[in-house]
């Protein structure tokens, strides 16, 4: 397949709420598709999730995880998870804050508030119903990539815009 360009803050893709796949079997080859040419963006970019509107196609699919990263070294993996149609569930009121960054927000970075004990849903490419009870960083991953099913990016969520800048900046004057 082929990597797609990366739709970048500012464009109303990234603003606008995804639709639901209908029907995963009339759509599978479609699906396929979309989901080989964000696995190929994902990779080429060197990011760990994917979503659908990234490379502008409003639709709810998700992709994400890693063996291990550079840009979230301390990081343990993440299995390689695709999500269809993904809803989630919030299993404990903790949040904790985290950096993170986004391929459609390039050298940015934030620190941003996300729950950390969640519980996921979604459909796999085959229409198998995947539900995984999560935490930390894995959960922070899966609600960053699902923000953008809903048409939320990541510095909507920065309580304190001290801690949102270019990367280099922030990890040079600022603690993790």
């Not at 990263?69 to 985290?98: C, H, W």
């Not at 970075?109 to 996921?120: A, C, D, Q, S």
Request: with cysteine; hydrophobic share 40%; charged share 25%.
């Amino acid at each position: 397949m082929a990597r797609k360009a990366v739709v970048k803050m500012g464009n109303l893709k990234l603003a606008t709420p995804s639709d639901a796949i209908l029907d995963i079997d009339k759509s599978y080859t479609e699906l396929l598709m979309l989901i080989q040419d964000m696995k190929d963006t994902m990779d080429e970019e060197g990011g760990i999730g994917i979503a659908a509107p990234q490379i502008g196609c409003n639709k709810r699919v998700i992709i994400f995880g890693f063996e291990d990263s550079p840009r979230y070294p301390q990081e343990k993996s993440i299995p390689f998870t695709v999500l269809i149609n993904p809803s989630m569930k919030i299993l404990a009121p903790d949040i904790v804050d985290g950096w993170e960054g986004c391929l459609s927000v390039p050298g940015l970075r934030g620190l941003v508030p996300r729950y950390n004990h969640i519980e996921y849903k979604g459909y796999d490419l085959h229409g198998n119903t995947i539900t995984r009870i999560v935490d930390g960083f894995h959960a922070r991953v899966f609600q960053h990539e699902y923000d953008h099913l809903e048409g939320v990016l990541y510095p909507r969520r920065i309580k304190d815009l001290r801690f949102f800048g270019f990367e280099d900046e922030l990890m040079n004057n600022l603690e993790p």
